[in-house]
Structures are given as C-alpha cells and as structure tokens.
T-cell receptor, first 112, second 116 residues
Framework: AQSVTQLGSHVSVSEGALVLLRCNYSSSVPPYLFWYVQYPNQGLQLLLKYTTGATLVKGINGFEAEFKKSETSFHLTKPSAHMSDAAEYFCAVMATGNQFYFGTGTSLTVIP | KAGVTQTPRYLIKTRGQQVTLSCSPISGHRSVSWYQQTPGQGLQFLFEYFSETQRNKGNFPGRFSGRQFSNSRSEMNVSTLELGDSALYLC???????????????FGEGSRLTVL
C-alpha cells in the first residue's frame, strides 16, 4: 500500500528565510515522487519529480527536493522564500497503475 | 497547447440532486483522473480512465461514477447529492503511460461544487 504524510499543515517563514516542507511516504514498490503547488482558485502545478537516477531533484521557482530511501522522505526546500511562494503544497507518490496518492497538503505563508 | 479544461467552474446544487462535471484533457493525453479536494482531506482519488476504460477506482460510494469518450474527454457524475459532497473536483490528464520521462499529472482548475 502507498501513502503520503506531510508534517505540518501550516508553515510560516519570513521572506528570505529557508523553506522546508516535510514529506514521508510509504510504498511497497520503488516509488515515483512528486511535489505539486496549488495557488488559490487554481489547479495543481508540478514543481518537481523524482523517478530514477539522481536523488537531488531541482524544480521550478528555485525549489528542490531530495529522495532519501533510508528515511522514506522527500522533503521540499528552497533557500530563500519569496512572497510569491505563498501557496498550498502537496507531496504525492505514484507506485503502480498511474494512481497517485497525495498528502493532505501544507499551506505555506510568507511573512514580509 | 491548451491545458486541461473543466466545466463548469462553479455550481450550486441541493441535496438529492445529481450533477455532471466535464473534463477535456490535453490533446494527445489518453489518461484522465478525477480527484475530490476538501479542506483537511487533501486530494482523494476517485477514478482513472484510459482509452474509455476505467483502470483504477478509489474508495468512494457508487453514487460517484464516470466515463470517458473516444476523444478522451471525460465526465463524472454524482447522484443523490449529499452535503458532504461539497468540494473542489479536480481532473488531471497524463500521457499514455506514466512510466518513462513523465509520470506527470496535468491538472485543470477544478469544478467547485456546493451542495445546499
């Protein structure tokens, strides 16, 4: 069975500070891992994904995530938060059958 | 290339009614998935269609159904609406097979259903 846990439903950071959004997964097979971002009244947009190969994945808008198999984690980071980063972030795992499992989301607030 | 289009964007229904939501995937995408998004629950998988066949189904009651047409457009239907069905319904499309260089879902902006 596959599942995703996002620690912290709300995260607040100051503008310019490090962003760290946590994601842990469980999967019975090697997973594909994703981070999506959702802005108000919009659908989800892919930030980055891990399929195979390099475990440090770089995405759009300066975000990156590292796949750590031993910790079953795929945390999302950004060195310096910008006001435009305020949004809802979802971690997801896809194992088999094109079925995605999403976490419950983390709402990021950026304080000026 | 046009994105995933969902209609209607907003709708209000009363309990007991039924509703049909439509999704047009990105051209060339044959897989269409539906998700229900509610505060605190995140995205819950409803079902996925590929070439007019339902390949996967989530844990929702039979009141929730869907179908896919030969042009890959998809509809989902909810019958006998309940207050708890109020949610944002998201449709996502992907290329023929997720394995390989994508495995990516492209989402529409959703249909926000309010049940009174």
């Amino acid at each position: 069975a596959q599942s995703v846990t996002q620690l912290g439903s709300h995260v607040s950071v100051s503008e310019g500070a490090l962003v760290l959004l946590r994601c842990n997964y469980s999967s019975s097979v090697p997973p594909y891992l994703f981070w999506y971002v959702q802005y108000p009244n919009q659908g989800l947009q892919l930030l980055l994904k891990y399929t195979t190969g390099a475990t440090l994945v770089k995405g759009i808008n300066g975000f990156e995530a590292e796949f750590k198999k031993s910790e079953t984690s795929f945390h999302l980071t950004k060195p310096s938060a910008h006001m435009s980063d305020a949004a809802e972030y979802f971690c997801a795992v896809m194992a088999t059958g094109n079925q995605f499992y999403f976490g419950t989301g983390t709402s990021l607030t950026v304080i000026p | 290339k046009a994105g995933v289009t969902q209609t209607p964007r907003y709708l209000i229904k009363t309990r007991g009614q039924q509703v049909t939501l439509s999704c047009s995937p990105i051209s060339g995408h044959r897989s269409v998935s539906w998700y229900q998004q509610t505060p605190g629950q995140g995205l819950q998988f409803l079902f996925e269609y590929f070439s007019e066949t339902q390949r996967n189904k989530g844990n929702f009651p039979g009141r929730f159904s869907g179908r896919q047409f030969s042009n890959s457009r998809s509809e989902m239907n909810v019958s006998t609406l309940e207050l708890g069905d109020s949610a944002l319904y998201l449709c996502a499309s992907s290329l023929e097979e997720p394995w390989g260089d994508t495995g990516e879902l492209f989402f529409g902006e959703g249909s926000r259903l309010t049940v009174l």
